[in-house]
Each structure stands twice: as structure tokens, then as C-alpha cells.
């Protein structure tokens, strides 16, 4: 996204106050012929999105479960015998057999609901925060990819002033706005990068427990690979994001409040341009803010995006659901096809955010998929490790 936002300025698309101006969320790319950006507060949102009633199935997934009504997910009863050294920080996913996708009408990549088993495994507890990035920065002097200006090799022609470094962010307009444009809540930022989640006058000095931003794909592999881990499939992420319920809306229910209390950082008020924060945050929210799922995850629904290791296909779910077998440990397809922007290769990201909203995006619900170019990050893309 932040890369295909560059491409629109350097050639001339959009410059607003001396700022690289606008941006999609999951779409970006060093290619210079790639001009489209696609949605931005959530991937694959089809706006407005609209309330769902969870007892209704909905189009061929339903016939998919009607198919299969003698088939009962099960969660595997296996402890880890040797927990490794580098548990700390991380939670036992057991593993076992679910039903994966969602019945969601506006989310048609999510379906149909096809049955899968994965291994156990473990995963962080939480997203990794500004404070565990910063120990991997010491340490290794990495250098992501929002702190990296564009180099006038990958964009011959363009003028030296625009190569700079940047990223996306989040910018509120000040009043409603058609959500046909995301160009009007969205603004590349010179200088936004994980230290600087708003800018460089931003810094993130009462911000180390939240959730580092602004991360590239390649950023959260060398992330996990120094901690001797690795990203999640999808698979994976999904069966932990469900905490053992079965086809649930959400990972801890089918009401999106319990007892009153909101069990995720999400978007409340009017979507983009006012946040009423009624469950305490209108950006990020420290990890842990919330609830844990049942299986001691906080945070894997909403707050943000997080990064898995699979190409993206929209039609991927289709293709695991057409032999009628249960896959095992799938680890996705073998490339990449998003049809609203066919030159750009994709991974699959999954969670939401705190821009999600039903408004607009409610992809933050178990069986929602997220996609996003690898070079690209925002204010609201984080990851977890698991291994």
C-alpha cells in the first residue's frame, strides 16, 4: 500500500501540501505500472458493510455445513510434553479440526466453510509490542521497510523530493464523508514509521506496550526468525483466533458485547471521521486491554492487522473446499490472485483493527481475511510469532 501510494505521487497523481497523499490499506507495490490502490480500513471490505444476523447462513457455505452435518470439529487433547526454551511470552494452541471460512454475505473470499485440521502449536500471546521490536532493533540493527526512501533505480524519473521515506496513516477527515473514497481518511506521511506511528513528531515513548506498526511482511519474518520462530498460516491463525468455539461470529461469542462490555478494540461513533473511543481507545490500545479468547490470546480480533505467512487467492477457499477432504496443515496457495488488483501480489493478513467497524469493515470476526503487498505497512499492521 504505502509502496503504491509512492507510485501515484512520483508520477504526478496526487500531492497535497507537499505531503505523498493517500492510500489503501492492503494495496501496495514497487511496481510502477501498478496505479490502483483497492479498500483501506479493512482488506476486501465491501462498503457499507452491513449488520449481520449470525443465525443465518448465507449462500453456498451453507450447503457446504448441510453437506457435512455428521462432521464435529475437535480439539485435540495433547499436551506440548517439553515446552521449549522460548515459551515465554507464548500460549499452547492444541490444534485439532475445525470448520474454517465465514457465512458473512459481504465477504465472498471467506467462503465456502470448508473443514481443516491443523497441528499444535504455539503462538504469542500477544502482537509483538513497540518494546520487543525495540530489544530486536538493538540487537540486530535491522532497518525496516517505512525507514528505507525509495531509490531512484526503482522509480527512474522521479523527482529526488518525492524518494523519501514514509508510510501510511490513519488521517480522520473533519466531517462525513462518502465511503467510495478512501483517498479521504488515508495520507502517506514522510517520516511515519514503527518510532514514528503518526509522524516524525510523533514517538512511541508511552506507547511500548502496544502493538508496533508500520510493519512490512519481510519486517515480521526477520522479527520471528530472530526469535527462532516463524508467522502463522492462515490456518493456523484462524483455529487460534476461534479459541476452540465452534462457527461462532465472534472469538468469544455470537453478541459483539458481553454483558455490556466491548471484548475488542474496534471503531465506535461515525466511521472515518469521528471515534467516539466508547471502548476506551481510538487508536491502538495497549496489548492485553481486553479479555483473552479461550485460548489465552489477547488481542486477535481488532487493535491491528496481523501478517501470516500465506499467499493470498480469493478464490483459495473454494479450491480446498471443491475434493470434500479435510486439509491438513494447510499453508495456502502457491501464488497470489486478487482480482481487483491482478499485478500485485498479495499475503493474507487476519484480525482487524481498530478501524473496524460494521459501517464499513467488519472483517475483524474470526472468519474474516485480510490481504496486503508485502513491501507495505500502516498505523494499524502489526504481527505475532509462532512456532
Known amino acids: 500500500m504505502a509502496r503504491d501510494i509512492f507510485v501515484l505521487i512520483v508520477v504526478g497523481s496526487v500531492l497535497t501540501t507537499g505531503l505523498l497523499t493517500a492510500c489503501n490499506h492492503q494495496s501496495g507495490t514497487r511496481n510502477p505500472e501498478s496505479m490502483s490502490v483497492a479498500d483501506p480500513a479493512g482488506p476486501m471490505c465491501d462498503p457499507p458493510a452491513t449488520k449481520l444476523n449470525p443465525t443465518k447462513p448465507a449462500g453456498d457455505s451453507y450447503v457446504v455445513a448441510q453437506a457435512a452435518t455428521n462432521w464435529v470439529p475437535k480439539i485435540n487433547d495433547r499436551e506440548p510434553s ?19 471460512g465465514s457465512e458473512e454475505p459481504n465477504m465472498p473470499d471467506a467462503r465456502p466453510l470448508h473443514r481443516v485440521y491443523v497441528d499444535g502449536f504455539w ?3 500477544t502482537a509483538v509490542t513497540n518494546e520487543q521490536f525495540s530489544k530486536f532493533v538493538t540487537a540486530t540493527g535491522y532497518v525496516t521497510v517505512a525507514e528505507i526512501a525509495p531509490s531512484a533505480q ?3 524519473g522521479a523527482p529526488p523530493e518525492n524518494l523519501v521515506a514514509g508510510s501510511v496513516v490513519f488521517s480522520p477527515p473533519a466531517h462525513a464523508v462518502p465511503l467510495n473514497n478512501h483517498f479521504a481518511w488515508w495520507t502517506y506521511v514522510r517520516g511515519a514509521n514503527w518510532r514514528h506511528p503518526e509522524g516524525p513528531d510523533s514517538n512511541i515513548k508511552s506507547r511500548m506496550n502496544h502493538p508496533v506498526v508500520h510493519i512490512a511482511y519481510r519486517d515480521a519474518v526477520a522479527y520471528c526468525a530472530w526469535r527462532e520462530a516463524r508467522l502463522p498460516t492462515e490456518a493456523e491463525f484462524e483455529f487460534a483466533a476461534r479459541g476452540g468455539l465452534d462457527r461462532k461470529r465472534y472469538d468469544w461469542g455470537d453478541e459483539f458485547e458481553t454483558n455490556g462490555k466491548h471484548m475488542a478494540n474496534t471503531f465506535q461513533g461515525h466511521f ?17 486491554s481486553f479479555p483473552p ?24 477457499y473454494q479450491t480446498l473446499a471443491a475434493n470434500g477432504e479435510v486439509a491438513i496443515n494447510p499453508k ?6 486478487d482480482p481487483s488488483e491482478l499485478r500485485v501480489a498479495k499475503r493474507v493478513q487476519r484480525g482487524g483493527s481498530f478501524l473496524c467497524t460494521d459501517q464499513y469493515c467488519s472483517r475483524y470476526v474470526p472468519g474474516g481475511r485480510g490481504k496486503g503487498d508485502p513491501d507495505t505497512g500502516t498505523n494499524h499492521l502489526g504481527f505475532r510469532c509462532v512456532y
Open 82 to 100: 517439553n515446552p521449549p526454551r522460548l515459551a515465554a511470552g507464548f500460549t499452547w494452541i492444541p490444534g485439532g479440526s475445525y470448520w474454517m
Open 123 to 125: 503462538m504469542n500471546k
Open 154 to 156: 526503482d522509480f527512474p
Open 272 to 288: 472515518p471521521d469521528h471515534n467516539t473511543g466508547e471502548d476506551g481507545y481510538v487508536g491502538t490500545a495497549p496489548v492485553a
Open 293 to 316: 479468547n479461550g485460548f489465552g490470546l489477547y488481542d486477535i480480533s481488532g487493535n491491528v492487522w496481523e501478517w501470516t505467512s500465506d499467499w493470498y487467492r480469493a478464490d483459495y
Open 332 to 337: 495456502g496457495p502457491m501464488d497470489s490472485f
